[in-house]
């Protein structure tokens, strides 16, 4: 199949097909034409990559992660499951940041709020 029919079984553009071909995550075989050619085999390819990007995980993680896929054994699943490990403890960090830095800014908002209410004229009794 060409690259359009990839892209609309996939429901993923053209042009991310082709970020993958050079990411080195996807590869296809070409035309005399130069047009590039995928089997069934690529749908479910890039079906998977999709959950790992919606997993979080960038392109070059990805990479890491794909032996599991292309060459499954019990040392590609182990290590697949140390670097999937590896970035989920990424992510906790960075939320925990997220919420020490919203904690921040509800304290300036406090301070905020109660700097403005010094500012309205005391009532007339």
Same mark, same amino acid.
């Given at each position: 199949?060409r ?6 079984? !996939?429901?993923? &553009?053209?042009?991310?097909? @082709? ?6 995550? %996807?590869?296809s !075989?070409? &035309? =005399?034409? =130069?047009?590039r050619?995928?089997t069934?085999?690529?749908?479910? @390819? ?5 959950? $790992?990007? #919606? ?5 070059? !993680? *990805?990479l890491?992660?794909l032996?599991? #896929?292309?060459?499954? &054994?019990?040392?590609? &699943? +182990?290590? #697949? /499951?140390?670097? /999937?490990?590896?970035?989920? +403890?990424?992510?906790s960090?960075? *939320?925990? +940041? %997220? ?6 800014l509800? =304290?300036?908002?406090?301070a905020?709020? #109660?700097?403005?209410d010094? $500012?309205?004229?005391?009532?007339a009794?």
């Amino acid at each position: 199949m060409r690259i359009g029919e990839l892209a609309a079984r !996939t429901g993923v &553009s053209v042009r991310s097909l @082709r970020y993958y071909e050079e990411q080195g995550l %996807l590869t296809s !075989t070409r &035309s =005399g034409g =130069g047009q590039r050619h995928y089997t069934e085999h690529e749908v479910e @390819r890039v079906e998977f990559i999709q959950r $790992l990007y #919606a997993g979080g995980l960038s392109s070059r !993680t *990805i990479l890491e992660v794909l032996p599991c #896929a292309d060459a499954p &054994s019990e040392e590609h &699943s +182990d290590a #697949a /499951l140390e670097r /999937l490990a590896e970035e989920r +403890d990424r992510l906790s960090a960075h *939320i925990a +940041d %997220l919420v020490r830095t919203r904690d921040a800014l509800d =304290g300036l908002m406090t301070a905020a709020r #109660a700097y403005r209410d010094t $500012l309205r004229p005391a009532a007339a009794g």
